[in-house]
């Protein structure tokens, strides 16, 4: 027996976008059982309409990775083994190569603890979100070092210092997934006929709120409000493993007042995304890329970069609304009820 | 326009659960892009029908949070207010009374910053996992307070103390949904002829990556190799606000070696979960509840009580599978390209 | 052989103290290797001396804790045995009250992670930090829990649930320690005369720095600047146990502009501080004690609440400064070279 | 005036060390107002002469950091302001070895979030701990760095990226001071003769109590019993700025049975420690220093890691002893009593 989980699907928008991986004003679909964040986030995409520039995406890095971990004698069989893996990495690049067209090595990073050795492959995938192209290209590079170092013993595929699908630091700090940065600058009278707030009271809200309250909290990375939301809509509607949302949401929202006007960004270092791979072969997921303009043929990578600034943007406005929302005693509840009254 | 996603579905089992919340056999949905999920999990099920008592799953508690933020003049002011919310609890728990048929106020937990006041509420909420029903009564009661209070100012309705769909500490520690214990005891031959490895090899694994990997990571009580997975599968397919597996994956994994046994725990302490609210009037939702037999009237709460502990016991099967494959050098990919071969 | 350590000392202020707990003008001991600590306080007091009502004080909270470990059959004979033990609280506190004049149990906190219990006893400890008290009282209850309840097996006598010199975020959330906020009102012209920095500069640093930067920092509950300097060298010159600056350190800086004024607040969940028990006897020790007016007799408690209070108000005045000084291209350096060269 | 702390402080040992680094048996010096740890580290350096090899102690890695923050006016411009920095790598440099003949800039890492730009320098300092010489070769580099980009802003000398004192994942991860693993194995028999246990209780305990335990607690890499103990003990005694026993504490034991052995271990990634600099001068440290044979003259850096080496023996010898101690019920408080007793 095989079937489908229906979620209900919506295209909200259009919100305007620029910078230099993508420009344009762009619908995208979310895929949710709460939707009310519908018209959350396309109460941010018409403010984005409405802004000069509208949301400005930068991608600041890209990378995806796997940790192995292997057993030696003691840390200074590790050690040394760490240092001869470090040193033949040309020809771990080659070894790489030979497992996929579009897996590259670009880095490693390693921990010993006692006799443990993790070390953390960084690649880039194309493409591809890069899970298993990983774990392919990994199992050929353990394979490998295991042949010329017979002193290490296999410990696993898989360390935990990837870090996939868990709440750690290490994602965050070296890498993983697409690293995205969306920004908005917002006069103060846009602000205040769009979101019923001023300036000010955004940026004390995310102080209040998303840094010291998250803090208190003993939030590891995670100082917004609900960049989960967005992210588990998105990475429904457009086919991904959405599992990924765990480190995905651990990103940081910025605003300062600006004269007038309110600098607001959400920087996401984590987001894992693709536009080939498992699920994206799914006819609704065919139609949603098509529409948003992804299912064209560009230089590896290019599509799966501006996917990623979609997704970004995308939680830029449900974090921006949201936020406008709660600086308003009673806002909240009040859209709910009238959402849930309206079905 | 409106429409649905459309996520590969499937029931894997029977697993075998037993406990003072429900006790049987038992086949769950799994909603996912990543259809190797299916047999995975059906392994470990298959373990659990094999072992003598199954999956043993004990409800340890159970609450539901929202954290309100007022602005006091200075800390002295907020710690008297403070105090004083405290000494009023029998009315705040006729306000929360007042605002819904299940929603009961049980605990308040507290933080003060400088002059900021931060008081998450902890509910019960029947069979919803109470999302909507939290924020109602909080508001409810952040009225009642700004009312008593006028040296208090509205600061939010959520301050991010409570903590949802984010990564922190505060819920594994004053918990937030249900926390549930899976436990089974495999006899070292199931292990062998099921799981294609030891005793001794799981646990060893389970310490060194779960444990010591996730430690390396800078992980936030997350000592587990794919929580994530399970949880996104079964909440899609039942319905849930799936990113609260943000705060269900940070649960621990521990192993025991037990004579020729192995006993083998997952612990998830923030299971965010319910067979009422959003989602749930769906059909594919109401038919997969019906197959669980969790579509019958029972007393509030019950239903998802017993949701609860077969998404724990999922969660264990597709754990145990996973680490038993990460044992073996090269079993991981092996079954991925069989699987994908086999499409 | 038996020797001293020689660490510099001096006594640095007077600040200017207020609050429920004590009001004055205080000097306080700092023993450093780091003598350019000395001035950077001082000038923090100098600050409070020049502002209406200076520092204040509130004590929110008080307890120390050591958290036990039991291992039980599996998860469910756990929780039974830890409603069971929860039920006896009343003779629970007896048992804690034959153990010693000053220690009461206050209340308790657990997790069950499979078949682990873990059980944390909240006790005040009078004028002393309390570590051996708890311990004693700890020890006392195990063996009074395993005595009625043969189905648990003594785990450890500490479960690091505690948790003790080490950083988690437990101790913030639960309590561990004195709870101290220390508050300024500092008028913009002494902002501007004795910081040589405006309200907003410090205002901004202190969201940067502390807070964002801390988080990109992977940090758990600790957005501040130095604390862990300040704590040192009043431990140190105290009698502490200074291993107590690890979770001492996890603490929060918050700041706002209010109106012409600076609102600066350091809120220290964490302090371990006594007046009474190891290292107090010390010469140097009982001359400091007296010095700051804490040699003298009072109920039960009261002396280490004020000592605890000065130590927050010095931490607040080397958080300011440190602070200030960074506004300022140039400063820190200028500073430390001055005072080296001065030596 | 200026005065002394005195803080009691003892030689223990002999403990027998070996490594690459140093070889030979040592005595090392403790300065502590909590007494009872000089048994306690006495015992494990006991078994350490009892063990074929010592204690063995590898040294991983060395650096020391400073995060200096930039304000760029989007995340564009600090992106490309980083690429530019990223390349001018050869002439950062220069304008590094232009502060200090011992400071050497090895790499640097970088956050951005929103508009704000962290860069983390990463150095070499020879055999001083480092921190003057760091931000002293930091501001010579922003200094550089904002001559070269005027579209760049001064944010601050220390963006807490770095991080000093604080309790964050990123030293861990990226390093910060030296990268040490003591370890040890140690037979059956000299474990039950002079520790009073097995290898099999103390692996388990570690399990439960460091990792298990710690991972509850919410930790942060800091899968330890109390490292900070013997930490601020041998950084006082040895002139060290001890209030980086903050980072120093968050260090990870490892324990495994083999055959008739216990395998133990200590890996401290964090450890902040010199042999020149503040407080280095002072005479009793001069006599410590002297002590331990690390008053000669070698090549820069060589003293310094010897110190660290033995610090991290003298970790593993108080480590190993309380969790011997503690899987004995009861051992804990008589040994304190005991000794308290004697005084």
């Known amino acids: 027996m095989s079937d489908f989980a229906q979620i209900p699907m919506q295209f909200v928008g259009p919100m305007k976008v620029s910078g230099p991986v993508l420009e344009g004003d762009y619908e995208v679909p979310l895929a949710t059982f709460e939707t ?167 940026v004390q809200l995310n102080i209040r709120k998303n840094l010291i309250g998250t803090m208190l909290a003993g939030g590891l990375r995670s100082a917004n409000a609900h960049y989960a939301n967005m992210l588990l809509g998105f990475y429904l509607a457009t086919g991904q493993d959405a599992a990924n949302i765990v480190e995905g949401s651990q990103g940081i929202t910025t605003a300062e007042v600006r004269g007038e006007d309110l600098y607001f960004a959400v920087t996401l270092p984590n987001l894992i995304i693709g536009t080939v791979g498992n699920g994206k072969g799914l006819d609704f997921v065919l139609e949603n890329m098509q529409r948003m303009g992804l299912a064209d043929q560009r230089e590896p990578g290019e599509n799966s970069r501006r996917l990623a600034c979609l997704c970004a943007g995308t939680v830029l406005c449900g974090e921006l609304s949201l936020l406008a929302a709660q600086t308003n005693p009673g806002e909240l509840m009040d859209a709910h009820r009238r959402i849930e009254r309206g079905r």
């Open 36 to 202: 009310p964040l519908w018209p959350s986030v396309n109460r941010g995409a018409r403010v984005s309409m409405n802004c000069a520039g509208g949301i400005k995406c930068t991608l600041v890095d890209e990378r995806m990775t796997r940790s192995v971990l292997f057993e030696a004698p003691d840390a200074s069989a590790a050690l040394m083994a760490l240092q001869s893996i470090k040193a033949g990495m040309p020809k771990l690049k080659e070894v790489v190569e030979g497992t996929s067209r579009f897996a590259k090595l670009i880095d490693l990073h390693s921990q010993i603890a006692g006799n443990l050795l993790f070390i953390r492959f960084e690649f880039t995938t194309g493409d591809a979100s890069g899970h298993n192209m990983c774990t392919q290209a990994s199992e050929a590079l353990m394979n490998h070092i295991l042949e010329y170092h017979p002193e290490l013993q296999y410990g696993s595929i898989s360390g935990n210092y990837c870090s996939d699908k868990k709440a750690t630091a290490v994602n965050g700090i070296l890498g993983r997934g697409k690293y995205v940065v969306a920004e908005i600058v917002i006069p103060g009278k846009i602000c205040r006929r769009y979101l019923k707030t001023t300036p000010e009271k955004v």
